[in-house]
Structures are given as structure tokens and as C-alpha cells.
């Protein structure tokens, strides 16, 4: 929905915002100095903006949670992990394959195979990975 202001899609956001934060008035200044009880209609009132403000911020977190999601797939779209180079993975993956612990349940390669496809094309690609025999034998075999 454009802004009705420059037609642009980025400001009404903002521009929502300074009409919300507006829209709950504080309570009477003598309520927060000095210790005079509240009458029966500023309680009354006092709860419904309580509750609207409660609800309103319920929306907002919504927003948020939705931009903060939106945020995390643009950084995941523009990683720079993306552009290494494969050869500088499988070098990485080789030396990581090198130090992991023998008792994992399962080698290194396969693990790093279903990271994603890119990665899974990397490694099978790579006869450096494969160097090894992994087999697991029981006590019965």
C-alpha cells in the first residue's frame, strides 16, 4: 500500500507508527506525582487503554517478527559463503573430515551432503573427501 503522502511503500510504515504512538494519551500527570488514589472512571479508563495498547503492541510485534524473518532470507540470499570458490570448500571440508571424531555416527562426507544441494554436488565431486572407507562392524559380524 503506497504512502498517501509520496506514494513511495517504505515511509507509511513509519508514518503508522507516529499515529499509534499518539494514539495512548499518558494518564493525568497527578496520578504519577503524588500518591491520590484513582477515581472509579480513570481506573476504567486507564484499564482500556491498558488493553489496547496491549493488543496494538501484539500487532506490532507481528509486524516485527514478520521483517525480522523477511531480514534473515535477504541475508541468507546475498551469504558470502555462496561465492566461495568449491575448491576452497573441499579444502575446508578435508580439514574438517580430519579432525572429527572417529566415533561419529556418521563420516563427515555424508553429513556435509545434506547441508544443500550446492554442498552436496561439492563433495560428491570431490575424491579428496572419499578417501576413506567408513564401515561400522559389530561384535557379532
Known sequence: ??????????????????VISTKFPPPPS???????????????????IINSAGETVSILQAVVDGLL????QHKAAVSPLKSFPPELL??????SAAIAPDDWR???PLVLM?????????VLD???LW???FFEASPND
Open 1 to 18: 500500500m503506497p504512502c498517501p503522502n509520496c506514494s513511495c511503500t517504505s515511509c507509511l510504515p513509519v508514518a503508522d507508527l507516529l
Open 30 to 48: 497527578e496520578l504519577i506525582t503524588t500518591n491520590r488514589a484513582p477515581t472509579d472512571s480513570e481506573v476504567g479508563y486507564s484499564r482500556a
Open 69 to 72: 524473518g523477511l531480514i534473515t
Open 90 to 95: 573441499v579444502e575446508i571440508f578435508a580439514q
Open 106 to 108: 556418521y563420516p563427515p
Open 114 to 122: 545434506w547441508v544443500c544441494s550446492r554442498w552436496r554436488r561439492i
Open 126 to 128: 570431490a575424491p579428496k
Open 131 to 133: 578417501t576413506k572407507i
